[in-house]
């Protein structure tokens, strides 16, 4: 690394991956801790938070990095596996200095911040040195301003708190993470930015996201919401998590939102709110997807292909006397798309539906539902009332949503209590 000084730009390290000195890839970058000093003296890097394993977000010291480069992070000796906990005196670049309005020390002008650049001061030593800066207030519907790299010390305000602070830099750094990738961003940023960042989403993208959230943050969000756009995210979401959601939040909260909702997005979520929760009623999805007996194999697989379809839901289809929206005529029966795949495309799938699998009632508790799966293979199940009417379907990602502890999320696959300790290389980190 001699000759010029390594400079690397923060948003740039977002999901590179990070490799052992074995070769093996530990996890992606997500962010990068400093420690703000006083005087205008620049803050230090500390290390990077890394996610590995289900989504735990590790701390990584510089003084275990050897390479930036090339689209990767190396490291040397052992890692820490421990959660990551930010501490009172670290900063997250990413999570809280992207989208600030900071002042110019020249002329007292506020810009905002786009990017922080950090470079090598000497062997596995960084600190930041550069910020990328917009002139004018951003904005969706605003003009971008002219844009300027500074030096760290001609800007000043990244340590007074700020209100209203964007997200629209900080989404553009993640803005190709999954939805559950995202969620988990959201998770481990303070509740202030997951406020700031949940109004600049769009309507789908944050549904998505909400979906794939812990109920705590869901209930969170959804409260810092005007009314009506909050009815909008629940008519985003599926019926099922929004029903999940809303079974949250206060009774007459809940009532609230719904009478905002579109009454046709509303009536499949009261549906799902009348079942008890741990039941085929209350863990189904009422958007399955349902033909009639004279429709085509043609037809069908042209409903699995659906992109945005749930895989889940895209295993089977359902096939029912008319009308084809939950709940529906008569339930005749279901046709898995493996055997789909076996017939010619002209085949109708009244011809090939499977009527030997009893379907569940609505009132069927969790452990016979699971069981039911286990016991014929299928990651999904019909739903059927007492009249032969489809109400939805029981996915297996559902019910192992409530098999599984309620903090999954915040859970690695093995106990870290049970793996041998891990070198510590960082004053105790």
Same mark, same amino acid.
């Given at each position: 690394?001699?000759?010029?000084? #390594?400079?690397?730009?923060?948003?740039?390290?977002?999901?590179?991956?990070?490799?052992?000195? #074995?070769?093996?890839?530990?996890?992606?970058?997500?962010?990068?801790?400093?420690?703000?000093?006083?005087?205008?003296r620049p803050p230090r890097v500390l290390g990077l938070v890394a996610e590995v394993v289900s989504r735990r977000r590790i701390f990584l010291p510089m003084t275990r990095v050897t390479s930036l480069e090339s689209g990767q992070v190396l490291t040397t000796g052992v890692i820490n596996m421990r959660r990551f906990e930010q501490r009172a005196t670290e900063t997250l670049v990413l999570g809280e200095l992207l989208d600030r309005r900071v002042t110019l020390t020249e002329t007292g002008e506020?810009?905002?911040?786009?990017?922080?650049?950090?470079?090598?001061?000497?062997?596995?030593?960084?600190?930041?040195?550069?910020?990328?800066?917009?002139?004018?207030?951003?904005?969706?519907?605003?003009?971008?301003?002219?844009?300027?790299?500074?030096?760290?010390?001609?800007?000043?305000?990244?340590? !007074?708190?700020?209100?209203?602070?964007?997200?629209?830099?900080?989404?553009?750094?993640?803005?190709?993470?999954?939805?559950?990738?995202?969620? #988990?961003?959201?998770?481990?940023?303070?509740?202030?930015?997951?406020?700031?960042?949940?109004?600049? !989403?769009?309507?789908?993208?944050?549904?998505?996201?909400?979906?794939?959230?812990?109920?705590?943050?869901?209930?969170?969000?959804?409260?810092?919401?005007?009314?009506?756009?909050?009815?909008?995210?629940?008519?985003?979401?599926?019926?099922?998590?929004?029903?999940?959601?809303?079974?949250?939040?206060?009774?007459?909260?809940?009532?609230?939102?719904?009478?905002?909702?579109?009454?046709?997005?509303?009536?499949?979520?009261?549906?799902?709110?009348?079942?008890?929760?741990?039941?085929?009623?209350?863990?189904?999805?009422?958007?399955?997807?349902?033909?009639?007996?004279?429709?085509?194999? @043609?037809?069908?697989?042209?409903?699995?292909?659906?992109?945005?379809?749930?895989?889940?839901?895209? @295993?089977?289809?359902?096939?029912?006397?008319?009308?084809?929206?939950?709940?529906?005529?008569?339930?005749?029966?279901?046709?898995?798309?493996?055997?789909?795949?076996?017939?010619?495309?002209?085949?109708?799938?009244? @011809?090939?539906?499977?009527?030997?699998?009893?379907?569940?009632?609505?009132?069927?508790?969790?452990?016979?539902?699971?069981?039911?799966?286990?016991?014929?293979?299928?990651?999904?199940?019909?739903?059927?009332?007492?009249?032969?009417?489809? !109400?939805?379907?029981?996915?297996?990602?559902?019910?192992?949503?409530?098999?599984?502890?309620?903090?999954?999320?915040?859970?690695?696959?093995?106990?870290?209590?049970? !793996?041998?300790?891990?070198?510590? @290389?960082?004053?105790?980190?």
């Open positions: 690394m001699a000759g010029a000084p #390594n400079r690397v730009f923060i948003s740039h390290l977002s999901g590179v991956a990070v490799f052992d000195p #074995n070769g093996d890839q530990v996890g992606r970058v997500r962010d990068v801790v400093v420690s703000l000093r006083l005087a205008g506020q810009v905002t911040v786009l990017d922080i650049g950090m470079v090598q001061t000497r062997l596995r030593e960084w600190e930041i040195s550069k910020v990328f800066v917009q002139r004018g207030k951003t904005g969706r519907l605003r003009r971008r301003g002219e844009t300027l790299t500074v030096d760290w010390s001609a800007v000043t305000g990244f340590t !007074l708190s700020e209100e209203g602070q964007g997200a629209a830099n900080l989404l553009a750094t993640f803005e190709q993470l999954r939805p559950a990738d995202l969620a #988990n961003v959201l998770h481990h940023l303070s509740a202030k930015r997951r406020a700031e960042v949940a109004a600049a !989403l769009d309507d789908e993208r944050l549904a998505d996201v909400l979906e794939e959230l812990p109920d705590d943050d869901q209930v969170e969000i959804i409260g810092k919401l005007q009314d009506e756009r909050a009815a909008d995210i629940l008519e985003a979401m599926d019926p099922d998590d929004a029903a999940d959601l809303l079974s949250e939040l206060p009774g007459d909260d809940a009532e609230r939102l719904l009478r905002l909702m579109e009454p046709q997005e509303a009536a499949p979520v009261r549906r799902l709110l009348s079942y008890e929760e741990n039941t085929a009623g209350g863990l189904m999805t009422t958007e399955p997807i349902v033909l009639e007996p004279d429709a085509s194999v @043609a037809d069908a697989l042209a409903r699995v292909r659906v992109a945005d379809q749930k895989s889940a839901l895209a @295993a089977q289809v359902y096939v029912c006397r008319p009308p084809n929206e939950t709940p529906t005529g008569t339930y005749l029966g279901m046709a898995h798309f493996q055997r789909l795949l076996r017939e010619p495309p002209y085949t109708l799938v009244g @011809a090939i539906v499977d009527r030997d699998l009893d379907p569940l009632p609505p009132d069927t508790p969790l452990p016979v539902i699971t069981s039911y799966l286990a016991t014929y293979n299928l990651v999904a199940a019909p739903v059927v009332d007492d009249a032969d009417h489809l !109400l939805g379907a029981v996915t297996v990602d559902d019910v192992l949503d409530h098999l599984l502890p309620a903090d999954w999320r915040e859970s690695t696959v093995h106990h870290i209590e049970d !793996l041998p300790p891990r070198e510590v @290389a960082d004053g105790g980190r």
